[in-house]
């Protein structure tokens, strides 16, 4: 990535880890790593089209004053986009938001207004959003509720997020994703319907949410679901046709807690609890999938947040949410599921670097050095060359992990698709160079 100047600016080109592949049908399940985003979610994106959004439209004046309703990660998201844009920023929150997320908008210069007193763990959403809304009408025009379940913008923040799955993968057959707000599973499939990309949905809930019907209860995960008295908001309105019936899963907080749970333990991945939800689905239908389907996964959520709850045994036995045979269930199909694991072009390039600089037995014994020392790293380690040369020609580390993947009798098939991609790109680049020429020397004619 080049230098940037804002933190939104590393929004975007999240990593997609291949989690599991099904050993008699072949289907693929990939997780987009949204927990690689700054403030570690998915919901940055939206955050800053709504601001956006509400700069365009004139909601939103120099120097203003954001109030939203949020369980945390929207927070967080508008905190940063506050910060950069010169906004104040005033978070509505109950105290079932998870404390490191309270901490950390306090600590980006959110004020924080409670809608209950502190002991009070219930989830608030409807009280918070009244007291949202009334805040910024009280205030007047220099305030704004951008109100993220009634607000398009919250879904039109993930097309770039189709965007960026549509150039990492021929095809997405299955979207699987969290259901809150729906604007990042709505969102990001009505980005790649754009792009003439149209996969099976798979909306998940916690059991106690009713955007899929009820019975309504409480449940503990977080920024997920629409409790009792909650209004599903405008995109799960408009959109929640296009999941089907069959493919509107509840996941209760036992299976999504043991699934965030389990990634952690057996791949040192920490998601959320929500994120866990969306695996578990996915993970444990793989097998019902048409064969070679490729299942993409959004982890809209990182697990640091939840290290003192759904990371924490005694939080977890406290509320009868601990389940290790549910766990040992799960760590077994990811094992049966198992991706056959290969070197990636980083780990190569250290390698290089520690034979090449910190000699081994083999050539301390034979006292190489300098030249001698790096020819012989070049021995060890000839993907490295390949590597250095691939880089040399601009290829991203992603491109080379496929080059280096296809194994000897694709190499040259996958870097023939890249070369007609580039060329295309520059096609394309030409043709605008032709047309700024064009456009100036009409300028220059029109001025004299």
Not at 165 to 173: C, H, N, P, V, Y
Not at 232 to 256: F, N, T, W
Not at 418 to 439: C, D, N, P, S, W
Request: charged share 25%; glycine share 10%.
């Amino acid at each position: 990535m080049s230098v940037v100047t804002r933190v939104t600016d590393l929004i975007g080109r999240t990593p997609l880890l291949e989690l599991a592949v099904h050993p008699r049908t072949g289907t693929k399940l990939f997780l987009k790593l949204e927990t690689m985003n700054p403030t570690g979610a998915a919901k940055i994106r939206m955050a800053r089209a709504m601001v956006l959004d509400a700069e365009r439209r004139d909601l939103l004046p120099p120097g203003g004053h954001i109030i939203e309703s949020t369980s945390g990660n929207t927070g967080l998201g508008l905190a940063v986009v506050a910060c950069e844009r010169g906004y104040r920023f005033t978070a509505v929150v109950d105290h079932h938001a998870c404390t490191a997320k309270l901490n950390a908008m306090k600590a980006m210069g959110t004020e924080l207004v409670f809608v209950a007193e502190d002991g009070d763990g219930n989830l608030a959403t409807s009280a918070r959003e009244e007291l949202a809304a009334e805040l910024a009408a009280a205030e007047g025009p220099t305030a704004h509720f951008p109100a993220q379940h009634d607000n398009l913008a919250n879904g039109i923040g993930y097309h770039a997020l189709a965007e960026e799955l549509a150039d990492d993968l021929e095809r997405i057959d299955i979207l699987v994703g969290a259901v809150g707000t729906g604007g990042s599973l709505f969102g990001t499939a009505e980005g790649l319907r754009t792009l003439g990309r149209e996969p099976r949905l798979i909306g998940v809930e916690p059991e106690g949410s009713i955007a899929f019907g009820g019975p309504a209860h409480d449940y503990w995960q977080s920024g997920t679901g629409t409790p009792l008295g909650a209004d599903p908001g405008i995109q799960v309105d408009r959109d929640l046709h296009l999941i089907e019936e069959r493919d509107r899963v509840k996941v209760s907080d036992v299976d999504a807690f043991a699934a965030a749970r389990v990634l952690g333990a057996e791949l040192g991945l920490l998601i959320g609890g929500s994120s866990g939800s969306s695996v578990y689905a996915a993970l444990t239908r793989l097998a019902d999938f048409p064969e070679r389907s490729t299942v993409v996964v959004v982890i809209n959520d990182d697990g640091e947040k939840y290290l003192d709850t759904v990371f924490d045994d005694g939080w977890m036995g406290d509320r009868d949410l601990l389940d290790q045979a549910k766990e040992a269930e799960i760590a077994a199909l990811l094992r049966e599921y198992a991706v056959q694991h290969r070197t990636g072009p980083a780990d190569y390039l250290v390698l290089h670097h520690l034979y090449s600089t910190l000699p081994d037995a083999h050539a301390t014994a034979l006292g190489l050095t300098g030249p001698e020392l790096r020819a012989y790293a070049d021995q060890q380690v000839p993907e490295a060359k390949l590597i250095h040369m691939l880089r040399m020609a601009d290829l991203t580390m992603d491109e080379i992990g496929e080059v280096l993947a296809a194994g000897a009798a694709d190499t040259v098939a996958v870097l023939e698709r890249r070369l007609r991609q580039r060329e295309e790109r520059v096609a394309v680049l030409a043709q605008l160079i032709t047309e700024m020429k064009v456009g100036r020397l009409l300028d220059e004619v029109t001025a004299k």
